[in-house]
């Protein structure tokens, strides 16, 4: 769930898109390590489980692709890819609550391949404080603002326990951060001009399990 | 991202109704701590972050609901959506990859809230295998069919690496698991009869990054 829409005059893309456009970018990646040249546009989106009139909607949306018929050279996709999510810029990002979620988290491959880089953790236990995780520190809470100031950080992905998830987002938006990706089973109040994308695992395990029952019976 | 729809002949509930009715539900049981006793429906949204017409609508799908400007009483809220999401019935889930993300999972709280029970963890690591996270035993992969079948658990939580997701799915399939959350950065190939949820970390922190690149802009 979007806290909001992207209200600048710009084209609006939807979430959905930027997911499926990741998930692209990953596929061919992992195209190009097994040495394949081109791709179809059928092929492609069969990897990604979306019709291939949804998988060139897609593309469409940017201007820059739509050719049927012919096929995609892997190499020029990913350099588009590449642009339209801004890969090549990196992105640092700061995570709290240095729990078992979080270390999993800071030890996640799939950030790190998209060069989203956790640069600090923070916690409030003094037996967390001080540890370092794959090369990442986990500092005091009460150091979060001024670190995420000088270091210019402006994302945080919120993995503290549900009690204290909505001051800790208080804590992040004062010290200037403007996009949380929040795994706490809460719903943050931010104000506007933050964005909050939910990962919300329950739901998600909800959502499969109702499926599920409603086929079966 | 959904494998399929429900083909059956009854209504269809979108994922993303569900989603929202079980969040709903975890709202309404704060509530109820804190002895809230009714609630109007515009405040419930707003816990929410839809519209309350959404909500309306989302609750009248099930079409025992629909009472406008009178407020819901709490308990019988509560006990509505149980019904609907089914809470009362427990499912049990395998979990496949005891790592740290798995363990994480584990101890996750929002799981057991919806009496959603992990009953077991898997992997193929010996230095994992026969550990017990919080009354979870980590078995042997190799016994997988076995007890899966045994404990007749149709659920399964996938957060193996990349590498081996789709083999794991594969095995998971041949079990006699129906559905799969997914937290490997990996499209599974799975028949019909098996729904897959991906719960996709990285995808989201694009989706998430993208709307903040371009509103900064």
Do not use: H
């Given at each position: ?128 404080i ?9 500092e005091d809470m009460r150091n ?74």
């Amino acid at each position: 769930m979007r806290k909001r829409k992207n209200s600048s005059s710009k084209k609006y893309f939807s979430p959905e898109t930027i997911k499926r456009l990741s998930l692209s970018l990953r596929n061919l990646k992992k195209l190009k390590e097994e040495k394949v040249e081109i791709i179809s546009s059928d092929k492609l989106a069969s990897l990604l489980n979306v019709s291939s009139a949804q998988f060139r909607r897609d593309l469409s949306c940017f201007g820059k692709f739509g050719k049927r018929g012919v096929g995609y050279k892997i190499d020029r996709l990913i350099k588009e890819l590449e642009d339209i999510l801004g890969v090549k810029e990196e992105w640092k990002i700061a995570l709290v609550g240095a729990g078992r979620l979080g270390e999993a988290l800071i030890e996640f491959e799939g950030f790190s391949k998209f060069n989203r880089k956790i640069v600090y953790a923070f916690d409030i236990d003094k037996e967390k404080i001080g540890k370092v995780i794959k090369g990442v520190k986990v500092e005091d809470m009460r150091n979060l603002k001024e670190i995420v100031k000088r270091e210019n950080i402006k994302i945080a992905i919120l993995c503290t326990p549900a009690d204290s998830a909505q001051k800790v987002a208080e804590e992040l938006v004062s010290a200037g951060i403007k996009g949380i990706l929040n795994f706490s089973p809460v719903i943050l109040k931010v104000p506007p001009s933050v964005f909050v994308t939910n990962v919300d695992m329950a739901c998600e395990l909800e959502g499969l399990i109702f499926l599920l029952k409603n086929e079966g019976s």
